[in-house]
Nanobody
Framework: VQLQASGGGLVQAGGSLRLSCAWS????????MGWFRQAPGKERDFVAA????????YYADSAKGRFTISRDNAKNTVSLQMNSLKSEDTAVYYC?????????????????WGQGTLVTVSS
């Protein structure tokens, strides 16, 4: 299994970015997907999760109302649309995959991780 995240970059506060994560390997539609982020000197935190079919989504409080997670099982991709970005959103963003069990917001339940993509929000 390989996860390849992309779409990060430098954006001004209030702007938007769309992150994408391409999946290759096992059957994508068999895995729940999540996005996490890690700011410098901090732990890797949960951002958003989506279930196998995409009809259930869960967000960290910091992401609610601003970020939208989605997936395309035909294209083996999961995306994170980020709007109204703030300086505190600056971090390396990681996509991750997990099986059907365990807390969707818990980092340790994810068995596969992408390499991360850097998002920098300037104020």
């Amino acid at each position: 299994v390989q996860l390849q995240a992309s779409g990060g970059g430098l954006v001004q506060a209030g702007g938007s970015l769309r992150l994408s994560c391409a999946w290759s390997g096992r059957t994508f539609s068999s895995y729940n997907m999540g996005w996490f982020r890690q700011a410098p000197g901090k732990e890797r935190d949960f951002v958003a999760a989506i279930n196998l079919s995409g009809n259930w989504k869960y967000y960290a409080d910091s992401a609610k109302g601003r970020f939208t997670i989605s997936r395309d099982n035909a294209k083996n991709t999961v995306s994170l649309q980020m709007n109204s970005l703030k300086s505190e959103d600056t971090a390396v963003y990681y996509c991750a995959a997990k099986g059907p069990y365990g807390d969707a917001a818990a980092r340790q339940t994810y068995g596969y991780w992408g390499q991360g993509t850097l998002v920098t929000v300037s104020s």
